[in-house]
Each structure stands twice: as C-alpha cells, then as structure tokens.
C-alpha cells in the first residue's frame, strides 16, 4: 500500500537510461529494466513459456485455465487480452503499419519488422554455440541449448521421470491419469495437444491464417510459414557434416545425407529398386501403375513427371 501511495505522492524519480521512462520506486524500474535485457523471469509451468512481468504471466495462464475472453471471428484463435486479438486480426486484414525507416517496407508486427532490420544493421539473430543453429529469438535458444546440456527442469510427481519441456511432461502424465488424447472429429487421428488439434483441423477447413509478408502466400501452421520465409531470407541453417553443403529445413538435410550414407530406406515392392526419399519411389512406382497425373493444357498429352511436362511445354512455346 505504501508503495502504491508514492504514485500520488512522490514526483517519479527513477528514470530507465534506455527509454527515459520514469518510475516512482526503483522495484518498478527494475521491473522495466527486465524487457531491454531481453529477461523474462516468470516461466509457465505448462507450457514453457516466459514472460517479463508476473502480469503477463497471469494473463497468459488464463488460456490453460480455459478463459478466453477474446475470440476471432475469422479463425476462431482464442486471446485473453483484447489487443492481442487485434494484433493478431492484421494476419486476416492485412494491415502493415510497422514501417522500416530505411527502405519502408511495411510489416503487421513489430517482431517482424526488428528481424527485417537486422538486414541493415548487420547483426546476427541468436545462435547456439555448440551446434550454430539460430533462433528468431533468446528465449527459443535457451529452450534449443537444453538439448546439449541435459537440462531436464520438468519432473513428473508421479514416478519421478524428467522431461525437457513441459509440454512433454504435461503429454507423459496422461499415463498415470488415464487421459485421452485430443482426437479429430473428422478423420479420428488423435493429437499430442489441444494445440496441435486445432491445427490439424486446418487441413479440413483449409483455414491458412499465417501470411508471408514478402509474397502474401498463407499457411497453416506458423512452422510451415518459418521454412517458407527462409525463401526470401535466405537462412539455410542445417549443414552437412560431409560437404557442407546447406538446407533450409533439417529433413531435406537427412535426406542429403543418405547420398553419403548409402542408405536407401524406401524399396519398391514390385522390382525392390531402392530409393533415399519416399517422393522418388512414389514418382517411380508409376513406371508400374502406368498412372501419369500431369497434363499438358494445349494438347492434352499426359506425363508421369512434372518436369517432363515442364520440357514439353517448350514445344507450344516456341
């Protein structure tokens, strides 16, 4: 109560020397201090997320808790605070009113404009010493780094096994509480979490809320919407070992791989030829199904390959 009264009271004398934002008492400066060091002390124990003040830790437990105040009408994502909502609802709007102040590009979220402009500042977004691989932001690093350290900070209080994210243990528990797993209405797959539930069900709504701000193509998931960005970035982050030679997503590297390897995982089970990647059998299965899916729209030819329709086309062209 003391402490609240200095508001009225006392003129604000402590003063942040990065933003010159003022402060009646120096806990509520050090509170500030916490988002320029990129510090975020409150941690949800559910889903591993973290905040910078104990207030948007509470605020962000009330979507475990069920209470979502806040609903879109285009998409039906939950928020619990309004203004998330609305910053959200510029993925279906469109609206950009973050503006570079060194070639003006436009962008819907100030986390999209600071990464942008790390092109013309020159700095590097956060990576991992040990295996290089980078992050949007410090707090998916320190989750990344627990992979090379061991750290296993979620316990369950049942048999006591550890897991690296609480998400993971929230998943294990279910073992002991006899907990069905989300499930989908329309084809019966079941799911990890109630998040990955939801998108999912994209697939049979054809809901794609996450927009690419450089080519406005959408898409589902905010993953597939990352490796898509890599496109216009040109991050590659997962090397080979081998040759060096660099991927924009890490299956598309295991798959590289195999080439070094020898490994050939995928058989024909009609001449046991063998193949490094399931899209390079099925291509080849139609040797033996005779099934040629690509048509040419000017002489109705057919193809079993889309880059021999591709050649072919040439000839209307010419």
């Not at 207030?55 to 509470?58: A, R, T, V, Y």
């Not at 995982?265 to 030829?273: E, L, T």
């Given at each position: 109560?003391k402490?609240?009264q200095?508001i009225?009271?006392v003129?604000?004398?402590?003063?942040?020397?990065?933003?010159n934002t003022?402060?009646?008492?120096r806990?509520s400066?050090k509170?500030h201090?916490?988002v320029h060091a990129g510090?975020r002390?409150?941690?949800c124990?559910v889903c591993?997320?973290?905040?910078?003040?104990k207030?948007?830790?509470?605020i962000?437990?009330?979507?475990?808790?069920?209470k979502?105040?806040?609903?879109?009408?285009?998409?039906n994502?939950?928020?619990?605070?309004?203004?998330?909502l609305?910053?959200h609802?510029?993925?279906?709007?469109?609206?950009h009113?973050y503006?570079?102040?060194?070639?003006?590009?436009?962008?819907?979220?100030t986390?999209?404009?600071?990464?942008?402009?790390?092109?013309h500042?020159?700095?590097?977004?956060?990576?991992?010493?040990?295996c290089?691989?980078?992050?949007?932001s410090?707090?998916?690093l320190?989750?990344?780094?627990?992979?090379?350290?061991?750290?296993?900070?979620?316990?369950?209080?049942?048999?006591?096994?550890?897991?690296?994210?609480a998400?993971?243990?929230?998943i294990?528990?279910?073992?002991?509480?006899?907990e069905l797993?989300?499930?989908?209405?329309v084809?019966?797959?079941?799911?990890?979490?109630?998040?990955?539930l939801?998108?999912?069900?994209r697939?049979?709504?054809?809901?794609?809320?996450?927009?690419?701000?450089?080519c406005n193509?959408t898409?589902s998931?905010t993953r597939?919407l990352?490796?898509h960005?890599?496109?216009h970035?040109?991050?590659?982050p997962y090397?080979?070992?081998?040759c060096?030679?660099?991927f924009i997503?890490?299956?598309?590297?295991?798959i590289?791989?195999?080439?070094h390897t020898?490994?050939r995982?995928?058989?024909?089970?009609?001449?046991?030829?063998t193949?490094?990647?399931?899209?390079k059998?099925?291509v080849h299965?139609r040797?033996?199904?005779?099934?040629?899916p690509?048509?040419?729209?000017?002489?109705?030819?057919?193809f079993?390959?889309?880059?021999?329709l591709?050649?072919h086309?040439?000839?209307?062209?010419r």
């Open positions: 109560m402490e609240h200095v009225h009271t003129e604000c004398t402590y003063s942040c020397d990065v933003s003022t402060f009646g008492v806990s400066l509170l201090q916490h510090e002390l409150y941690g124990t591993d997320k973290k905040f910078s003040t207030q948007n830790l509470e962000h437990q009330l979507l475990h808790a069920g979502h105040l806040y609903d879109c009408a285009m998409c994502k939950k928020f619990s605070r309004k203004r998330n609305k910053v609802q510029r993925i279906h709007t469109g609206e009113p503006h570079c102040d060194v070639c003006n590009k436009a962008f819907s979220f986390k999209s404009l600071k990464l942008h402009q790390r092109i500042t020159g700095e590097l977004p956060p990576h991992c010493d040990v290089n691989k980078t992050f949007s410090r707090g998916n320190r989750l990344h780094q627990r992979i090379h350290t061991g750290e296993r900070p979620h316990r369950c209080d049942v048999c006591n096994e550890t897991f690296r994210y998400r993971d243990l929230k294990h528990q279910r073992v002991h509480t006899g797993p989300p499930h989908c209405d084809c019966n797959k079941t799911l990890s979490c109630g998040r990955s939801r998108q999912h069900q697939i049979h709504t054809g809901v794609r809320p996450h927009r690419c701000e450089a193509k898409f998931s597939d990352k490796i960005q890599r496109s970035t040109g991050e590659r090397g080979c070992d081998v060096s030679k660099t997503t890490k299956e598309a590297m295991k590289h791989l195999r080439i020898g490994e995982p995928y058989r024909c089970d009609v001449c046991n030829k193949f490094i990647d399931s899209g059998l099925k299965q040797v033996h199904t005779g099934e040629r690509y048509c040419c729209d000017v002489c109705n030819k057919t079993s390959r889309v880059s021999t591709t050649v086309q040439r000839v209307h062209t």
